[in-house]
């Protein structure tokens, strides 16, 4: 078996550099220590490395922006990582806070090779902005290990794989500080000189756990690994360094994230129609943002539209810290049955939805309605308004003949007045509302007035003439 090992040697600096537009230096501390762990190219320049201590770092570069080391945020941030990878492998392991071991062996069929793959996995990183190392090995141990050391080693001969294992020096093998000190006393200074030790000479001068250990890196005992899958919903986080005070200022993180969400997507064969935001700030309770579109949708640039008339409508409460965004709903995408000449898809509600959510995002939900059948027979209730937000109404299918209406409705009837000259259509009788105390008696007529309209005309029980609607 072939095992793929991605070492991210600094996954959290790369983590909040790309959702920085700000250029100025950034750095990792560590928590115990206070000394920086790991620093950006500019950083670098003005004489911040790992290991310098916090009060040096910020007297070199007093713009210096600081984030602190957290292993809870880069597991998460680990976990976004394996969620783009599982587009190209599946069987993955999480191996935090730096690394991601994958099977290779059984898809490089699919990509005709190993080297096409290794050049598809670089190219995700540098489109994600991430510095990685693509280390190959015959184990998974073994993949980890000459990953780690720096070893570029991303090839499919097994014989390469393990002269590369056996050159690794014995410092970065993976051993304790006890083991390495007593193998250093023996004069052994590479991994391949452990291995030609016999087993029982190893474990006798050694331990038992120590040779447990070679046996794995070589293959020789089972190293069962357990196979990451992710989760049923979207998610990706943002981290600034610097609080964001302005919500123009998430627009930059959002795009990225939102690009993101539409890859996703495209994978799932799928679309959604509901967005969470969820700021978080220091020490306030998160603000949570919602966006709705009124179809399905998955382009980035539709999201971000909508995104940032909601955000010019909300301004921010307080600084923002942290950014995230989850999806959870999802909806089977649809194919497109309409084609031109060309056999290129013309989507004709497409531009409908994108007004009516650009509205209703600037708007709110509820300042759009649209008109809905009701079941009763009375014109003046035979329909209603409501909410865009609102379920399908279901309702009956009537006639195919169904009678003549105009299309312009008065809102009270009002009494005919001048003698009609022709009568076009009629009688339709409407008898109804005895059941809520508004019952209804009407013969309705078509008629032409001495004007030249056209007028829905109506005679109730009391012989009384009244005007209801217009024709065109």
Aim: charge should be neutral; proline fraction near 7%; glycine fraction near 6%.
């Amino acid at each position: 078996m072939i095992w793929l090992y991605l070492h991210f040697r600094h996954l959290l600096l790369d983590h909040v550099a790309r959702s920085r537009q700000d250029p100025s230096p950034l750095a990792v501390l560590s928590h115990g220590t206070r000394q920086v762990i790991q620093a950006c190219p500019r950083a670098r320049q003005l004489g911040v490395h790992p290991g310098t201590a916090l009060k040096t770092a910020l007297n070199l570069a007093p713009e210096l922006v600081m984030v602190h080391a957290d292993d809870t945020r880069q597991a998460g941030i680990l976990e976004q990582q394996a969620h783009w990878l599982y587009r190209y492998m599946d069987r993955i392991t999480l191996y935090p806070p730096d690394g991601l071991l994958a099977e290779a062996g059984s898809v490089q069929r699919l990509y005709d090779g190993l080297e096409p793959l290794q050049k598809q996995l670089q190219q995700a990183l540098e489109e994600r902005q991430l510095n990685a190392s693509l280390t190959t090995g015959p184990t998974p141990l073994s993949a980890r290990l000459l990953a780690r050391a720096g070893m570029q080693c991303c090839t499919g001969e097994t014989s390469q794989m393990h002269r590369q294992l056996e050159a690794l020096p014995l410092p970065h093998a993976g051993f304790d500080d006890r083991t390495l000190q007593r193998l250093t006393r023996l004069g052994l200074t590479t991994l391949g000189q452990v291995f030609h030790l016999p087993a029982v000479e190893l474990a006798r001068r050694l331990t038992p756990e120590t040779l447990a250990y070679v046996q794995r890196l070589q293959g020789q005992r089972p190293d069962p690994q357990t196979s990451w899958r992710p989760p049923h919903y979207f998610r990706q986080r943002a981290d600034f360094g610097l609080p964001v005070e302005k919500a123009q200022g998430l627009l930059f993180a959002l795009q990225r994230m939102l690009s993101e969400l539409e890859s996703d997507l495209q994978w799932r064969q799928q679309d959604t129609d509901s967005l969470l935001l969820i700021l978080h700030h220091y020490r306030r309770e998160p603000s949570r943002l919602r966006v709705r579109t009124t179809g399905p949708e998955h382009r980035a640039e539709a999201f971000i539209n909508l995104l940032r008339i909601r955000l010019e409508q909300h301004p921010l409460q307080a600084p923002v810290e942290t950014l995230e965004l989850k999806v959870t709903r999802f909806l089977d995408r649809q194919a497109t049955s309409h084609t031109d000449l060309l056999g290129e898809t013309t989507d004709q509600g497409e531009a409908w939805h994108t007004l009516v959510s650009r509205l209703q995002a600037r708007l709110g939900e509820s300042a759009l309605q649209h008109l809905a059948p009701a079941a009763d027979h009375r014109p003046e209730r035979a329909w209603s308004a409501r909410s865009l937000t609102a379920g399908p109404h279901h309702h009956s299918k009537g006639s195919d003949q169904l009678p003549l209406r105009p299309l312009w409705l008065l809102p009270q009837p009002t009494p005919l007045e001048a003698t009609p000259e022709a009568w076009l259509g009629g009688p339709e009788r409407i008898s109804g509302g005895w059941w809520d105390g508004a019952r209804v008696l009407r013969d309705y007529y078509i008629a032409r007035l001495p004007s030249g309209q056209l007028a829905w005309v109506y005679r109730d029980d009391q012989q009384s003439w009244f005007v209801h609607g217009w024709f065109g």
